[in-house]
C-alpha cells in the first residue's frame, strides 16, 4: 500500500514537472513567435548603414548634387540622367543603386506660408515643372547596392523583403535639401497650401491662411519595428542635420 502510494506521489511528482516544461516551452515558442513576426527586423543595422554613409559620404553627396542640378527641359527625356560622365563609376563606388524623388518638396524657406505659396503658384503655373523644381528641391531617397543576408534566405536582399505581416519593408537613405525641424519626436514637413476647413489631420490657419503640415515619425533606432507602425507609414532616424536613414513598409 505505501509502495503504490509512493508510486503515485512520484508519478505526480513527474506529471507536474513535464507541465511545468509543456507550458515554458509554449510561452518560449509564443514569445519567439510574436518577435520574430512584430519585433525582429532582418535588415541591415542602422550602425553598418551609417558606417558605409560616413565612408562614402563625399560620393553621396556629389551624386545628390548632381541628381538636383542636371538640366531637366520638360521636352527632353532626362531619366538616364545617371549614364552620363563617370557617374556609374562613381554610384558604384558609392555602393549606390538609384536616386528616387521621394515628397514632399522643401522650397526654400519651407516653414513660412509665403512660401507654401510660391509653391503652389509654381505648381498651377507650371513653373515647376518646366524648371525641374521637384528634382531640385524634392526629398531623395538614396537606394544602397542589396546585398545578401546571412540571417535570411539566401535569395533575398539585405535592404528589403517581403515578411508575412508587415508586407514589403525597406530601408534606405534620406536627404533633405532644408535643414527640417524636429520636435518632440516628429519631423516637421514643409507648409502646403489646402482648402479651408479641409478634414485633415495637420490642418490649422496661419493669419488667416488655411495649411497643413505632415509629421513623419524619427526615431532613435531602426533596428526594431517601431511600436504601431502603422501601414504604408516611413519612419526616420537621423544621421546628420539633412541626412537620414528612412524605414518602410508597404503593407
Known sequence: MNS??????????????????????????????????WEFNPLVSDEEMIAHFRAHRSEFEELVRRYREYPRPPDKDHSFWYRKGDTPELMQRAGVARLVRLIPAWFPNPYSVEAAKRFREA??????????????????????????????????KRYSLITPLRGSIWKTYSHIPEIPRIEDGELLC?????????????YKEINGVPVSQIRKRVLPSLNRFPDQWRDYECVYRQIEPQWFIRMCNGH
Not at 4 to 18: A, G, M, N, P
Open 123 to 156: 505648381i498651377t503655373n507650371g513653373t515647376a515643372r518646366k524648371l525641374g523644381l521637384f528634382a531640385k528641391y524634392g526629398t531623395l531617397g538614396v537606394y544602397p547596392v542589396s546585398q545578401k543576408s546571412p540571417l535570411i534566405r539566401a535569395n533575398t
Open 190 to 202: 514643409p507648409l502646403t497650401i489646402v482648402g479651408k476647413g479641409a478634414p485633415l489631420t495637420y
Open 4 to 37: 503504490l502510494k509512493k508510486h503515485e506521489s512520484v508519478s505526480d511528482k513527474w506529471r507536474y514537472v513535464w507541465g511545468a516544461v509543456a507550458v515554458s516551452c509554449f510561452l518560449m515558442c509564443a514569445f519567439g513567435l510574436y518577435y520574430f513576426l
